[in-house]
């Protein structure tokens, strides 16, 4: 036998070796306070996953947990001699290092009596299940789809925790707008909550329509809930063009619409408020029709910066997108931003809508304010100054928004371009997959209130599963795979016909 062969030989003897030392590691489980639990199990057929189900059997008492953090271990057991090869040789020494996994839990049902050594396995879905049911609190339950890690276990997110911020984030291609549309049909099924969607990619305009092939049991109610779902888009004729009036228009809102300053462009700015002030509502043909000087310039600004041109005005038109959203006969309204023809105008539709929704803060009337793609609506670096008054209503509504009944649902691509004062206020997060490591580490710093290791994870989640976590997840974080949608989807991506095979 040749030296590569005697070694092959010798290499194939200590993995044997090494395999039936570890195989022989027992799956067990010690908790100090009866609350978290640390194990150990062999990797050979491991099955403990971060944010899976486990049973502990510490002698006939069974508590259910939940793995938090598995990693891989090893420890020195000894020296191995391994026999010469079979044509002869030295006999060959090694240090054996048992490889194992272990890890860290949290026990979810069960006696919270600190136990050692008990045995730990996955936990059946019917265990998981139990649980569940068993922990149903008194408020809507919004079945999302099913928990990734106990096949055939829904995923229920608590109605009630929507009173709390949530945050959404996913990169492109983890199937966040679906999930979102997957959360708003359930919320609009399930619960008497107004909402107000800026829906800047027109990805839900048809969020009042049902699909095709939808399942029949839930087809029905949801087409009944939807009949309350109102779009308002540029290109809509009658009642549902989407419309403002100057009127409806914040003074703040105007003037950094107009790029005034107060001190640098005094007496613009003067001219401005003298004719917001006026008896008379102000229209786009009173703030260009006067003679004065001042106004004059005011009136040059305005035409050279395009705003007399914005889509969104509604000369000789009755009402604005402002009636639908205070109209408590209008279930949910759809500001379709993807309809306006410029950026400045989706700017200053969320601006006024944003900045009205806060000055009426005091009739308490509850509605979940949805942004997609928060990080064009909203974003922490505002290009220029009506972002930067969106931005500062929504930084306002984060901080306070709560106890007048204004609930943030946030969705975005990039958490980093979101006002980190907005997100620190959030309780709730839903969180789809995430390559960017930086993207990770600014969530886990964050949303420090969610296991790291749970967060990490996201980097391998396929396409539709998530995280969940916070008040609307009460029984711990959960791994889901989100349902199907009941609607029909708005938006549409580009054909990639153009990379078919020649």
């Known amino acids: ?61 069974r508590r259910l947990g939940q793995v938090l953090s598995v990693e891989l271990d090893h420890q020195l057991a000894g020296e191995l001699t391994l026999p010469p090869p079979a044509g002869g040789g030295p006999v060959a020494r090694t240090e054996l290092q048992v490889r194992y996994a272990r890890g860290e839990g949290i026990i979810v049902d069960g006696s919270s009596a600190p136990f050692h050594d008990a045995l730990i396995h996955p936990a059946a879905g019917s265990d998981v299940l139990e649980w569940q049911q068993r922990e149903t609190g008194p408020y809507a339950q919004l079945r999302l789809g099913e928990l990734a890690l106990a096949p055939g276990v829904p995923c229920v997110a608590d109605a ?39 829906d800047p990619n027109s990805d839900f305009t048809r969020l009042g329509e049902v699909r095709p092939g939808a399942d029949p049991a839930l087809a029905g109610r949801y087409r009944q809930a939807a009949r309350g779902v109102t779009v308002y888009s540029a290109g809509a004729h009658g009642e549902r063009r989407l419309r403002l009036h100057v009127a409806d228009v914040e003074p703040a809102t105007q003037a950094a619409a107009l790029r005034l300053s107060p001190i640098a462009d005094r007496e613009e700015y003067a001219a401005l408020a003298a004719m917001l002030a006026g008896q008379d509502p102000p229209t786009i043909e009173v703030l260009t029709g006067n003679d004065l000087p001042e106004a004059v310039r005011l009136s040059l600004r305005i035409k050279n910066l395009g705003v007399d041109r914005y889509s969104v005005w509604a000369p000789g038109e009755s009402g604005s997108v402002l009636d ?34 806060w000055r009426r803060r005091q009739e308490r009337d509850p509605v979940l304010i949805v942004i997609d793609e928060a990080h064009n609506v909203c974003p922490a670096e505002p290009p220029d100054p009506l972002a930067a008054v969106a931005t500062g209503h929504a930084i306002r509504i984060a901080a306070e928004g709560r106890k007048f009944g204004l609930y943030l649902l946030l969705s975005t691509q990039r958490p980093q371009k979101i006002p980190e004062n907005v997100l620190s206020q959030a309780d709730n997060l839903v969180l789809m997959r995430l390559n960017s490591l930086a993207d990770a580490a600014f969530a886990e710093a964050v949303f420090s209130f969610v296991p790291p290791s749970l967060i990490e994870r996201s980097a391998i989640f396929r396409q539709g599963e998530a995280l969940i976590a916070g008040k609307i997840s009460p029984r711990q974080p959960a791994l889901l795979r989100f349902g199907a949608r009941l609607s029909e989807e708005g938006g549409a991506d580009v054909p990639a016909t153009w990379a078919a095979r020649r």
């Open 160 to 198: 009630a925790g929507f009173n709390r911020h949530t945050f959404l984030c996913g990169q492109s291609g983890s199937g966040k707008t679906y999930s979102l549309g997957v959360i708003l049909e359930r919320l609009l099924t399930e619960t008497d909550l107004r909402m107000v969607i800026f």
């Open 1 to 61: 036998m040749d030296e590569k062969s005697a070694l092959g030989s010798q290499l194939e003897s200590f993995r044997e070796a090494r395999r039936d030392i570890e195989a022989s590691v027992l799956p067990l489980a010690t908790s100090v306070d009866g609350r978290r639990f640390s194990f150990q199990a062999s990797l050979h057929g491991l099955e403990l996953q971060a944010g899976g189900y486990a049973v502990l059997d510490d002698g006939g008492t």
């Open 324 to 357: 639908a959203v205070h109209d408590p006969s209008v279930r949910c309204v759809v500001i379709d931003l993807g309809s306006l023809p410029s950026r400045e105008e989706q700017s200053l539709v969320a601006a006024t809508v944003l900045g009205d929704l």
